[in-house]
């Protein structure tokens, strides 16, 4: 039998000044996340920003995205509500 229960990062201590966790905690709670997902959330942000300044393009979703354009575009004129047109 597999445990199906998703496993866990181990703790991180994170030292910060207190106005800063005060912050943190704040958006939280107006984001309804606790501070661990608030942290990661904008760290993530951070490095998608930076990688989109640095080529000009988010590569880790890029390919997603034209994958799903294609696939509604096909959907949509599949349905008849738009013509087709020449190819991409």
């Excluded at 998703?6 to 991180?12: C, F, L, S, T, V």
């Excluded at 939280?28 to 993530?44: D, G, P, Q, T, Y």
């Excluded at 590569?59 to 013509?83: C, F, Q, S, T």
Aim: glycine fraction near 4%; charge should be negative; proline fraction near 8%.
């Amino acid at each position: 039998m597999t445990d199906s229960t998703p496993k866990q990062e181990p703790p991180y201590g994170l030292r910060m000044p207190p106005d800063l966790k005060a912050r943190v905690k704040a958006a939280a709670e107006a984001n309804n996340r606790s501070m661990n997902a608030e942290i990661v959330s904008r760290l993530e942000e951070t490095f998608l920003a930076e990688s989109f300044a640095t080529t000009g393009k988010s590569a880790d979703n890029l390919a997603d995205i034209d994958d799903l354009a294609e696939k509604l575009v096909a959907l949509i004129m599949e349905k008849g509500l738009i013509p087709p047109t020449r190819e991409r």
